[in-house]
């Protein structure tokens, strides 16, 4: 097989992810970016592959090695503890491109892209809506590892209710997995248990603390991010916010094509649009206060309202 | 003993059982070859044969325990399949097998019970189990706790448990294999009057053993095995020991031995006031002294439990001792570990012999060295030499007639006969300085036995010091130089083979005065 | 302090994580003690919480979902037993053949079937009429959905068969001593045939009280590995099941209590320093190892297939 | 069509792949010869992957990640004895404790010390001048880092200790009758300590080969459980190294092989349900099991305490 694109042959790119390419979290968010370009580009101009379910490191080197092997245009490593093995094998594959996430190190490769999303912005907005609904003033926050952007939407979050509501309580609860469902839905019970009316968390095992949110008798909101989670329980979720890697995605196949094969580290930004407030429409809100968010994202953009507190920026 | 105001207790549910033709082979061995085999209700039929004769297997069969390969069962007329040890239990079979069948961890209660229909539908209904196993055990005199757990119980006891569940089963045939290889003499004269109470009441019974006047003293007939093979059923007061041997062995067996009186040499083994704990955490040997000496055979005599295991062990550096010396040669050795005694030149044949003296899943080879296999000429540093390991083995198999299709072959597929000659060679072929010889012919077959009476004698008269352990007061008498008596951990005699006598032993061993010494050195019932 | 943090609330969350490993521990407790080691629970888990949760979401009768979920466990527990007891295969091996395939299969029949997370209306927290209503004990004991008294109940219920009945003396007897109980006319296999199928059916009704109970949802490797811990717990217990519980709820409230304290370590400015709730788990784990482990009744004929002489 | 997925490429991941099963397989293989299960490999090669990964880090020694790695196993394999083989615990349970003691300390240091992941520069590829330059041997054999070929050479070494050496034979006669053993000189104890602590140290290294040479980086679990595969597949080779290391290959070739077909499925447009991908391991994971598992030699003394004069 031969790297050098023809004209006429399709745009191939392969992606590892960490978890399914359905789990309205990390990995639907580049799945569906995927599916977009393919839509934008057509299916006789991109192809992509993908595995999915990767947690393991070095089963994705594996996959990684083997796609720089078969001349992929572009081969995307999405998850921050792929970094290690993309700038390993992207030595071996000067003339492979490829990309990784989130992060911004592109390790000085002209052959590696990074892309990273600013998840505090949205984590900022969502904290701020969760600090005006909230009753009791105790917001509970779940999240699986202090670190990536998992970490970044967490303090953004606070930042944002802290903003809000200078006497807010906001209890932060790192499980230390991604995968224990079980103990994500304990979490989100003892926040509950501590008064917590308003919940949010990042990464797949938040499922479970949606369903405990949705079994209590009062009602208990939800923020989401990474990808729109109205669906999981459209009675209590407000806003999620959504990333849009194809901003990214779009620009860095252009530059592939016209022969830059990275070097270029992106940002998905509620500036760029690759980071958007989604509402749920079903659940109501008051008008004045969906103006107060879109002056704050107007605030955001302009560099005005910083979205993480002094201390997390240590 | 037995009290007349009891209701009876057995259903005579077996009138008699007949055996005809059977045939089992395992992989390689015909075990039974066209075998006839009858019981009548109320006699105790013996069966004899070396090891590996096939008398376990046909009874096995008769259990239900192996299948047949050919030939048929009749109980009271009635041809009968026994596809599992179930259909043998509803036709009122029980067994007492070589090795118990009892469930350690259990109480009594709880082994009886296992696998009976209880009266309380799925519940348990131990208490009523406990106070029917009182009634059996006080009816023959079986004293048992059914609450105590297996694992507490001397063997003796858990034998009497063994027999308690036959009778709770209401079990009218018996089969015993080998019950006595594991008791004490006192033990032995207790399971022959239940036996005898038992065949009075109705009971067949099948006994199997090694020892000749046991067999002559309890059956009505006895039937001989040879290689899987019937060789002849006579009527036991027709028979007699040389008979017996002759029809077992195929040859005539000579049970007396050259013993060359020999000048003893220097002290090899000494101990002195040397005590050791017991499993039981008592003093099990108290304050003994001995001195071996180069060319004689020091027989322990004595009931067992009376110290003589610790004192194998204290010796073979497996038991440390609470207090005394122990002197290998001039050198203080005490609380040694086996290791060192062992490149000091001592031997040990363990009592446990498939439990500390072999690895089962080892090939015959590797057991032959397993305790020098570190030393020339077996090994070259830290690398094994097999090609002489082979060489030797192959010498050993040779000169100790050990019965095995290579030295390649799992030390387990062995029968107990030459497994124990297995270890024989291998302690014996080091020309040890000193040996501790505990039990030697446990469970062996006569021709086996006086092949390794031989063999003791050789070393003895190539120099060896021999301790000689042993129950069988025969195999000391033939052996010892100088003879020992041991009880409740203490040496309580010794004496010269010149003036040893059946009588004056036993009354050693039983630690009793002359006045009121049992008779135990004859386990007979009349 | 220690009031501050063990709160009603804490026991109340330990009760629940509790559930799914003493249902898992209790079936794996009856294999056990009959001497199979099931490694493979996890996996059934893993098949059960499906089944239970697809019936739920077809038929959205909680009903049908127990029995999805039991007759699953049933299911995989006949394939265990049929590998393991006649087939005589190495039973550590089976076990690991056995999760992988139900990691496998129900991920697969996930992402085929329902693809995408859909909550389902699980077990509802029963509210028994004057208890729930008590200050403290209502909160801890009388708040909680229908499975987690099931589980509870299932203790006493096991330790009872265990020790009570004709057929756990025969479970018991098997796992010590195949032998001796062949020879008293057990008919070894199909005891553990038995308790191999009833610890399968413990162990989908395991994974049924995570996807119908605790959280409602399902999705690929919703145990976590929570199969493996609930085995792990049953060496803990020393195959008794009142010690399985008492060794799962000390493991339970460990894990509860982290939650809180992280929850609560900025809020209450506790001056709590975050290794202390991390090394928490494995120094009780360690210590509680000491006193444990020795001196125990192993089931000696654990992992050895029997076969009779011929 | 098998040629078309059986590349050259599927092959030489395979061997990488079953580097660290490898590595940890022969560690156990010694330790359960003697008659110890350590089931806390995975624990172990946790700590082995940190300790050698921030060596590395921090002296930019190879040499020093090695080192480390072997220290940390071989410490860790002294625990293990002392608990099993001194204080005769349950082995068992000392192993679970063992392993999430070292997945929470690992973990612990990790976030304590490092805190974001940090690329290292591991074991580098070695050209070996003709070899390499091979056209397809040349890409599967000799085309990997140093310690995959450690590993490799590692099973003959353990083979020919257990078989050719006086070692290897007290090995092997204190796994099956260490009362035996005992009585003929053999110093138990000794022996499970020098097993376990090898296993220990082949168990840190088995880390190092994921930290510093297959991935260059360390997070939390890295190993994901490959310490319980690895124990998985020591009774899969029946405690023999040849077939644990064969038995490994099968696994690590099925794993890239999926890895693989899920590739070209989308890319060739070939016709593989992708339940046959998913499903394949598992399988072949049963067939071999099939065949594997029967009439198998096992230590009869695994997992049992030994004591003099009981
Ligand atoms: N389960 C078995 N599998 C294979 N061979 C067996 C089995 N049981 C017995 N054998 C063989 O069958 C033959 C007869 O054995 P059996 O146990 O019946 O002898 P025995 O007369 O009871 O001897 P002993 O006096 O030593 O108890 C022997 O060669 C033995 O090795
Ligand atoms: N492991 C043990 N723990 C506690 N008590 C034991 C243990 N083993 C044996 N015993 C006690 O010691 C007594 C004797 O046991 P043992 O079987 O050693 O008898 P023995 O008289 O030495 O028999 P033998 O003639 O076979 O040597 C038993 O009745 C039991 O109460
Ligand atoms: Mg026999
Ligand atoms: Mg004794």
């Known amino acids: 097989s031969t790297h050098t694109a023809q004209a006429d042959d399709p745009f191939r790119v392969a992606v590892v992810m960490p978890s399914a390419t359905n789990d309205l979290a990390f990995s639907q968010s580049m799945y569906d970016a995927l599916l977009f370009v393919q839509e934008e580009m057509g299916e006789d101009n991109f192809e992509f592959v993908f595995q999915d379910g990767t947690f393991v490191v070095d089963d994705a080197a594996v996959a990684l090695r083997e796609w720089a092997l078969e001349g992929y245009d572009l081969i995307i490593a999405h998850g921050s503890q792929y970094g290690a093995v993309v700038e390993e094998i992207a030595i071996d594959f000067p003339d492979t491109s490829f990309a990784w996430g989130t992060d911004s190190d592109t390790f000085g490769f002209d052959n590696v892209f990074a892309y990273e999303a600013a998840s505090d912005q949205g984590g900022f907005v969502n904290g701020y809506l969760a600090a005006q609904l909230t009753e009791s003033g105790v917001l509970g926050v779940i999240g699986p590892i202090e670190t990536g952007d998992a970490k970044l939407y967490v303090d953004g979050f606070v930042a944002g209710a802290v903003y809000g509501d200078e006497d807010i309580t906001v209890n932060v609860n790192y499980i230390g997995s991604f995968s224990d469902v079980a103990l994500a839905a304990e979490a989100a019970e003892t926040h509950v248990a501590n008064d917590a009316d308003v919940l949010t968390g990042s990464a797949q095992m938040v499922v479970g603390a949606v369903g405990v949110a949705i079994d209590q008798d009062e009602q208990v909101l939800w923020f989401g991010t990474q990808a729109n989670q109205t669906s999981l329980a459209p009675e209590l979720v407000v806003a999620s916010q959504v990333y849009h890697w194809e901003v990214v995605l779009m620009d860095m196949i252009e530059l592939i094509q016209d022969g830059t094969l990275g070097g270029e580290s992106y940002s998905l930004t509620l500036e760029n649009e690759g980071l958007t407030i989604e509402f749920n429409e079903e659940f109501e809100v008051d008008e004045e206060l969906l103006d107060e968010v879109d002056s704050l994202i107007e605030g955001i953009i302009a560099g005005d309202i910083p979205t993480l507190m002094e201390e997390d920026s240590e | 003993m037995s009290d007349q105001s009891s209701k009876p207790v057995v259903p005579k549910r077996i009138q008699a059982v007949q055996m005809n033709g059977i045939v089992k082979r395992f992989p390689g061995v015909l075990a039974v070859d066209h075998v006839d085999f009858e019981l009548n209700s109320g006699e105790v039929h013996a069966l004899l044969g070396e090891n590996g004769a096939g008398k376990s297997t046909l009874m096995k069969i008769l259990y239900g325990l192996y299948n047949l390969d050919d030939g048929e069962i009749v ?71 059914p609450e105590a757990p297996i694992w507490q119980l001397a063997v003796g006891e858990q034998q009497r448990v063994e027999i308690l569940r036959a009778l709770y089963r209401e079990a009218s045939l018996l089969i015993l294999d080998e019950p006595t290889a594991v008791l004490t003499p006192q033990e032995v004269d207790d399971l022959f009057r239940i036996l005898g109470q038992m065949r009075d009441d109705g009971h067949s019974l099948v006994f199997i053993s090694h020892k000749l006047h046991e067999v002559l003293a309890i059956s009505n007939r006895i039937t001989v095995l040879r290689d899987g093979r019937l060789v002849d059923t006579i009527p036991a007061d027709t028979a007699t020991k040389q008979l017996l041997a002759q029809m077992m062995v195929g040859r005539e067996v000579v049970m007396r031995y050259e013993h060359a009186a020999r000048e003893s040499g220097e002290s090899r083994l000494k101990l002195d006031s040397v005590s050791a704990l017991s499993n039981r955490g008592d003093l099990g040997l108290r304050q003994v002294t001995l001195d071996v000496r180069a060319g004689e055979i020091v027989g322990v005599a004595g009931v067992s439990g009376n110290g003589q295991h610790e004192l194998a062990q204290v010796i073979a550096g497996l038991r440390p001792s609470a207090e005394g010396k122990v002197w290998l040669e001039g050198q203080d050795v005490t609380s040694s570990s086996p290791a060192k005694l062992n490149t000091l030149g001592l031997s040990h044949i363990p009592e446990e012999r498939m439990l500390d003296g072999i690895v089962k899943d080892f090939s015959v080879a590797e057991n032959l060295v397993l305790q020098d296999f570190a030393r020339k000429p077996y090994a070259w540093g830290m690398f094994l030499r097999f090609g002489m390991i082979a060489r030797k083995c192959k010498q050993y198999i040779r000169e100790y007639e050990i019965k095995t299709p290579s030295h390649e072959t799992p030390t387990k597929s062995l029968s107990g006969g030459n497994i124990q000659k297995l270890v024989l060679a291998r302690e014996l072929s080091r020309q040890p300085r000193v040996l501790i010889a505990a039990q030697p012919t446990r469970g062996v077959d006569i021709g086996a036995t006086e092949y390794i009476h031989h063999r003791l004698l050789e070393a003895r008269d190539s120099g060896t010091a021999i301790l000689l352990i042993s129950e069988d007061l025969d195999e000391i008498l033939a052996l010892a130089d100088r003879i020992v008596v041991m009880y409740e951990g203490q040496i309580v005699g010794e004496v010269s083979r010149e003036d040893a006598d059946v009588g004056t032993l036993g009354l050693m061993m039983a630690g009793a005065t002359v006045a009121k010494a049992p008779n135990i050195s004859e386990n007979v019932i009349k | 302090m220690l009031s501050d943090i063990l709160t009603a609330s804490v026991i109340a969350s330990a009760i629940r994580l509790a559930t799914p490993y003493i249902f898992a521990g209790m079936g794996e407790t009856f294999g056990q003690r009959s001497g199979v080691l099931n490694l493979g629970v996890d996996g059934i888990m893993l098949l059960g919480a499906f089944a239970a949760y697809y019936a739920v979401l077809e038929t959205g009768s909680l009903l049908f979902g127990v029995m999805a979920a039991l007759a699953t466990g049933m299911l995989m527990g006949l394939v265990m037993a049929f590998v393991s007891v006649t087939l005589q295969a190495e039973q550590g091996i089976s076990g690991i053949g056995l999760y992988l395939f139900g990691l496998g299969l129900s991920d697969m029949l996930y992402q085929r079937l329902v693809g995408t997370p859909v909550h389902v209306d699980g077990f509802p927290r029963v509210d028994i009429p004057v208890l729930t209503d008590l200050p403290v004990l209502g909160e801890i004991f009388f708040n909680h959905n229908f499975l987690v008294y099931v589980a509870f109940a299932s203790v006493p219920l096991s330790a009872f068969v265990l020790t009570r009945t004709t057929f756990g003396l025969k479970i018991r007897a098997v796992g010590q001593n195949p032998e001796a109980a062949d020879a008293m006319g057990v008919n070894v296999a199909r005891i553990r045939y038995f308790t191999v199928i009833i610890g399968g059916a413990f162990s989908g009704i395991a994974g049924a009280s995570l996807s119908i109970a605790l959280v409602n949802f399902f999705q690929g490797n919703l145990t976590a590995g929570k199969g493996f811990i609930a085995v792990a717990l049953v060496y803990f217990g020393a195959w008794r099941p009142y010690w399985v519980m008492a060794g799962t709820l000390l493991f339970s409230t460990v894990d509860a209590l982290q939650l809180q304290i992280k929850t609560l370590e900025n809020a209450l400015n506790l001056d709590i320093p975050n290794e202390l709730a991390v090394m928490a788990p494995y120094v009780v784990t360690l210590v509680a190892l000491i006193f444990a482990s020795k001196g125990v009744e192993k089931p000696t004929a654990l992992t050895k297939p029997f076969e009779r002489g011929e």
């Open chain 2, 75 to 145: 109980i009271n007329g009635n041809p009968t399949s026994m596809r599992s040890p179930n259909h043998a239990i509803q036709a009122g079979i029980g067994m007492i097998h070589q090795h118990f069948m009892l469930v350690p961890s259990l109480t009594v209660a709880e082994n009886i019970a296992l696998g009976m229909r209880s009266s309380r539908g799925m519940l348990l209904d131990l208490d009523v189990v406990s106070a029917r196993i009182r009634e059996l055990s006080e009816l023959y005199g079986l004293e048992v706790q």
